[in-house]
């Protein structure tokens, strides 16, 4: 019997004084899963929706625009690997993890008009990801990422008005729970567990924020931009052919601890490198030209053959770029 992947909820709260948390350690904090694992993506882009049912209070242009900017806080740290994507509006309406034969998981923002989670929720985002390491999905993949928007019991505005919930501080805030982040115990962090009326500040991430996304999506990552939708019906599928993934890929950092298999990275067919593909072409130049100064006609023939072959391996290499430049396949496939 094939066991479901782990779903994960975590939430923005409204502030109620005079809480204050205990001086901790300025760090990021990642999420989990039961083992202790990690969560991440495993892919660089990843796509986000909204629901076409929008705000019932506010315009879809002002949505639209939040929404992009919190994905853009995110993709714009300078030394991560990660693109976070708007992809316009979705008829879908369901939230978390959808095993349905034939239906394609999407990460979306809807608007509830009904709240059924904790009251003092702003927003909540639900995580989906693999709970065991197995050939098919390292554990602690995210698979499937939804945020819920509290519009029930909670006013949102989109120009700071202090007496609403601004709705960029409030998605930026979830989008870093949707790439894997739990909350940071550091008021000026952007993982912080509450936020006031009025307040903007999450917009912007903090140091340990960045420095978050960085460690876990870095630059030199070997992270292909996938942006299909994931097959996540009963049968499930293997990892593509032309790709491997092992778990880890990120070091630990801050105190966090590493996915199983900590070093691991991927290991990916696709785009040769110009030295390569120039190395190819001169091999194939080099065996024309013995070929025309041999007289032999058997030899000639022979060498003229052998750089046929080469000619056709470097059309079908450089196909393989082309293709690659769209995106490999990476660790698209999750545990049935």
């Known amino acids: 019997m094939a066991r479901a992947p782990l779903a994960l909820t975590l939430a923005l709260l409204i502030a109620l004084p005079p809480c204050a948390p205990a001086a901790r350690a300025q760090t990021y904090v990642r999420s989990k899963t039961d083992g202790g694992v990690p969560t991440r993506w495993y892919t660089k882009c990843v796509p986000v929706y909204l629901n076409a049912a929008g705000s019932a209070t506010l315009p879809q242009a002002s949505v639209e625009r939040a929404i992009g900017a919190s994905l853009d806080a995110w993709s714009a740290v300078g ?34 008009q009904v709240w059924r989670h904790d009251p003092s929720a702003l927003a909540l985002t ?18 499937d990422a939804d945020i819920e928007v509290n519009e029930d019991q909670y006013t949102f505005a989109t120009n700071g008005a202090p007496s609403a919930i601004d709705l960029e501080n409030t998605l930026t805030h979830e989008v870093g729970h949707l790439i894997g982040f739990d909350h940071a115990a550091s008021a000026s962090s952007t993982m912080f567990a509450a936020a006031p009326p009025g307040e903007t500040g999450k917009r912007t991430l903090a140091p340990l924020d960045e420095r978050g996304a960085c460690d876990v999506y870095p630059a030199s990552s070997c992270l292909a931009c996938e942006l299909g939708p994931l097959d996540l019906s009963a049968s499930g599928v293997g990892l593509p052919r032309d790709a491997q993934c092992t778990s880890g890929g990120a070091g ?20 040769p490198s110009p030295i390569s593909a120039l190395l190819w072409a001169a091999l194939l130049w080099a065996a024309l030209i013995r070929a025309a100064l041999i007289r032999a006609a058997l030899i000639r023939a022979a060498l003229i053959r052998a750089a046929l072959i080469w000619a056709a391996l470097l059309r079908a290499r450089l196909g393989g770029a082309r293709w690659g430049a769209r995106g490999g396949r990476v660790c698209r496939a999750v545990q049935p």
Do not use: H, K
Not at 87 to 94: F, P, Q, V
Not at 252 to 271: I, N, P, S
């Open 126 to 143: 639900t995580i989906t990801m693999c709970q065991n390491t197995t050939t098919q999905c390292p554990a602690g993949t995210i698979v």
């Open 79 to 112: 030394c991560a690997d990660l693109s976070l994507l708007y992809e316009g509006l979705t008829s879908r309406g369901d939230v978390g993890y959808v095993t349905t034969p034939g239906v394609q998981n999407i990460n979306q923002v809807v608007f509830e």
């Open 252 to 271: 630990a950092g801050d105190g966090e601890v590493a996915a199983a298999g900590a070093g691991g990275g991927c290991a990916q067919r696709g785009a």
